[in-house]
């Protein structure tokens, strides 16, 4: 019987990589040809295939597609953005879940209740009540108007809140005996062990604010405050698209994200294996 099943394993095992590799191939394809038009000259984009070369690769899209903005400002002002909005979102949803998970306090239902409705709520829902009330502090075309609002993930909180409500609650009575107090427990015992977790919402909340478009499209006015999802829109023109500078500086807007995944690789990796571990 162990015989006969052997093959059957063998080909369950094989079918499950035949379809991870076609996945994988299906994600990449796209990537693979936004590469290859990035070194395309820009009137051989759209003519040639996916797996047809182009006449000659060229890195004249990388020049004048840098050169035709401010590109230094825009990925100084998204830098600032993204790495703003990734500590303070990792602050408040460690802080925040910590609260939830380990403290009885009144209210503390509702308050969760509420977080999770948060979640539930599209973005483009509160985005007019979200802009009056920026637009009523003076945050307009301003860092705090394109941080605040972003500073606070519900997810982060909930996150945060169902790992740390999963872990023995003698770590923290030992840690209160040995006399540390609740600061102490706090950045000696939940940081630490929170660090996977927290490795995979930092980013994640990266990812997004790099690449947030739409409200940066609403509270920024000047090119001071431009981000980089915005300055890629100015290659769209009214009778035509340079695709090739677009692509071009897609390329170099990729590389601050796959260098903070390739630095936390080890650590979301790590978070998403004990996932389902208790």
Known sequence: MTTDAAPFR??????????????????AAPLL?????????????????????PSRF????????WQSAPFVTYFANSFIVAIAVTTLTLLASVTAG??????????????????????????????IPLFIQVRSFGWLDSFAGLIIPG?????????????LAGLPHALFEAARIDGASELRVFLSVVVPLARGPMAALGALTFLASWNNFLWPLIVVGSTGMTTVPLGLSQFRGSNATDYGQVLAVSMLAAIP?????????????????????K
Request: no cysteine; aromatic share 14%.
């Open 257 to 277: 994200v796959i260098v903070v995944f390739l630095v936390l690789r080890r650590h979301i990796v790590a978070s998403f294996a004990s996932s389902g571990l």
């Open 10 to 27: 063998v080909l369950r095992r094989s079918a499950t990589q035949l379809s991870l590799v076609v996945a994988a191939l299906l994600v």
């Open 58 to 65: 060229t890195l004249d899209n990388y020049v004048l597609g």
């Open 151 to 163: 500073a606070v993930s519900a997810f982060g909180v909930f996150l945060m809140r169902q790992f």
């Open 98 to 127: 910590y609260g939830f998970a380990r403290f009885t306090f009144p209210g503390k239902r509702a308050l969760f209740i509420l977080t999770l409705a948060a979640m539930m709520m599209p973005f483009q829902a509160i985005m």
């Open 33 to 53: 040809w936004a590469l290859k038009s990035s070194f395309t000259p820009t009137g051989e984009v759209m003519s040639t295939g996916l797996f047809q070369l």
